[in-house]
């Protein structure tokens, strides 16, 4: 089994769920809402240069068209 954090806002969290285990970490960027959570993918892109090599960063999104996913992967650098 594999679990995934999904929510992370800050390097604090990032760090809680790599030294709870956790195999991937997900970013809440491109939503149609405001939440505490939200982070941009520029936001995102820095805490992903601090992971390690082997946890997933994952991109949590609305956005559906194919464009905008790829632009956000692009400037997030997540992944997945």
Not at 9 to 16: I, K, N, P, T, V
């Amino acid at each position: 089994m594999r679990v995934k954090f999904c929510g992370t806002a800050s390097l604090a969290d990032m760090r809680c769920a790599i030294d709870a285990g956790c195999d991937a970490v997900g970013f809440i960027m491109g939503v149609t809402y405001q939440s505490a959570d939200v982070v941009t993918p520029a936001e995102a892109a820095k805490m992903i240069r601090e992971l390690p090599p082997f946890i997933e960063p994952v991109a949590v999104t609305h956005l559906r068209e194919t464009e905008d996913l790829i632009g956000l992967a692009k400037d997030s650098r997540c992944t997945t």
